[in-house]
């Protein structure tokens, strides 16, 4: 365990379902993030969250929309997703946005798979 | 734009030998670079990290190189063991604007043969 929780481990979804992807750190970290790893491909920034405000938003579409009620939780919600979506998505954290201090903790993901 | 980049994809070894996997990266500015390492099933994990005032630094067998001239990044791994297969991937930090967000690469995969 690194001390960042991800759950699911695995979710399969249809294009019109609704399901929300849950993080949680006890590291005392400030700064969580969201990212995608598809295969073969660099991993993708999609959300920071700092002090519980959204710092980054990278362009993802509006069927990603992510929640951070407090440092510690960081949810990502999903409706209407394309099969290209299917990925695994990855939360992370840090001391602060700047990322010292040994960079980011990464959970062990979500691997999504949407049919 | 700016991207981290590694030359091999795939590398292969005997256990035992030494393993050098590297990272080109293109933002001169990056001041902060991590290796980590990701095994089947499971997340990043941080191996080990240098500074850009530093050119060499050495953890429990690994140890990585940093050359600014060439904007080059290497890890490498001694007496390489089984347990050691993963991807490995680099990362660079460096201020883009008003972001300190990182830049990841794509990783390489290392294969250890008993």
């Known amino acids: 365990e690194t001390g960042v929780t991800q759950t699911p481990r695995h979710l399969v979804m249809g294009m019109t379902n609704k399901k929300s992807l849950k993080c949680e750190q006890h590291?005392?970290?400030?700064?969580m993030y969201w990212y995608k790893q598809s295969a073969k491909k660099p991993l993708e920034l999609m959300f920071v969250y700092n002090f519980k405000e959204q710092t980054e938003n990278n362009s993802v579409p509006s069927r990603f929309s992510p929640e951070c009620p407090n440092s510690s939780h960081l949810f990502l919600h999903l409706h209407t997703l394309q099969p290209e979506d299917s990925a695994l998505y990855l939360c992370?954290?840090?001391?602060?946005?700047?990322?010292?201090?040994?960079?980011?903790?990464f959970g062990s993901g979500t691997r999504l798979t949407v049919v | 734009g700016e991207s981290v980049g590694l030359h091999l994809p795939t590398l292969s070894v005997q256990e035992g030998d030494n393993s050098i996997i590297n990272c080109a990266y293109s933002n001169s500015a990056s001041d902060y670079f991590i290796w980590y390492k990701q095994e089947s099933g499971k997340g990043p994990q941080f191996i080990i990290d240098i500074r850009s005032n530093m050119d060499k630094r050495q953890g429990q067998r690994v140890t990585v190189l940093l050359n600014k001239t060439v904007k080059h990044l290497s890890l490498q791994i001694a007496a390489t063991q089984p347990g050691d297969s993963a991807v490995y991937f680099c990362?660079?930090?460096?201020?883009?604007?008003?972001?300190?967000?990182?830049?990841f690469g794509r990783g390489t995969s290392l294969i250890v043969h008993p």
């Open positions: 990362a660079e930090w460096g201020r883009t604007g008003g972001s300190y967000i990182p830049t």
């Open positions: 590291l005392g970290h400030n700064a």
């Open positions: 992370a954290s840090s001391q602060d946005s700047q990322g010292f201090n040994y960079g980011y903790t």
